[in-house]
């Protein structure tokens, strides 16, 4: 009598068919599910980007207030797919990469275009040469945070943050409204200054609190929730100076860090030539 041949419990053919078609089951449902996912954090990007670019189209038709309102929704939205990529674990080089090109237009261009037509247009050449100045220190700004992500303590920034410059200036334009001034020589005058300040800020190695390392699993102090419940009742009831002045606060934060002793002594790897990773490679390596 032939021996019957025994399988062992987990390698029996039966069970490891069945096993793969739920395996190749699992994968057919989860890749659009993955998909889907990839693409929350890209849409909430494009919805900032075309908030920046319809801030444009409102200051040069004249709206400044939704133009600076614009910039603040670009602001949300730059908090928002951040979080929602490292939330849903889909962070990648690419979503790096388009997050700061909507950067440049949400937070470099959009409001230098606005302080342009709003405040500096009456100098005429020097205006659109302070605004060009800021547009170019935005990107720069931008560039150096890429490349200095692994080598800086995640706690600070250095130098004051494209946002937060943008923040500074829309909430200027809508404090201005709010008190319906109607001086523009001596706002001219006072944001010529303000623009310079906000482009010197952004490339330089003053540093800046970040908040991207706070847990928000954590138990808060009661202080803490006090606080934030003041600042949302403060931003439903008297928004346009609510903005004014936290950008502002979180601005002249940084000079105040610098003041207490607080130096930023990492190098930025920004003037250093690319290292090629074996002999014989491309002198122009393709760009993405």
């Not at 800046?208 to 706070?214: A, E, R, W």
């Not at 138990?219 to 004014?244: N, Y």
């Not at 610098?258 to 990492?266: C, F, I, K, N, T």
Request: hydrophobic residues 50%.
């Amino acid at each position: 009598m032939r021996p019957t041949r025994r399988f062992p419990r987990n390698n029996r053919p039966g069970v490891r068919l069945i096993s793969g078609r739920i395996r190749e089951h699992r994968d057919k449902v989860a890749a659009p599910l993955r998909r889907g996912v990839f693409l929350a954090p890209a849409t909430i990007t494009s919805i900032g980007l075309l908030s920046g670019f319809y801030s444009a189209i409102s200051s040069i038709g004249g709206h400044f207030e939704l133009a600076a309102v614009m910039i603040m929704v670009a602001f949300i939205c730059d908090g928002l797919d951040g979080r929602v990529a490292r939330l849903s674990r889909t962070s990648s080089q690419f979503g790096i990469e388009y997050d700061s090109l909507s950067d440049v237009v949400a937070f470099g261009m959009a409001p230098a275009i606005l302080a342009y037509t709003w405040a500096l247009s009456p100098v005429g050449g020097l205006g659109v040469a302070v605004a060009g100045i800021f547009v170019v220190c935005a990107a720069l700004r931008l560039a150096r945070f890429n490349v200095q992500t692994a080598s800086v303590d995640k706690r600070r920034f250095v130098g004051l943050p494209v946002p937060g410059a943008a923040a500074l200036i829309a909430g200027t334009a809508l404090a201005y409204s709010y008190f319906e001034f109607n001086s523009p020589k001596t706002l001219c005058t006072l944001m010529l200054p303000l623009t310079l300040a906000l482009a010197g800020l952004m490339i330089s190695r003053v540093p800046y609190p970040s908040f991207k390392g706070i847990d928000l699993h954590r138990r808060a102090r009661l202080e803490l929730l006090v606080g934030l419940v003041i600042v949302a009742a403060f931003l439903v009831t008297m928004p346009q100076l609510t903005v004014f002045t936290l950008s502002a606060a979180f601005v002249l934060s940084g000079p105040w860090l610098m003041l207490r002793g607080e130096r930023m002594s990492a190098k930025v790897p920004m003037l250093h030539p690319v290292e090629t990773a074996a002999h014989g490679t491309d002198e122009h390596p393709g760009r993405g």
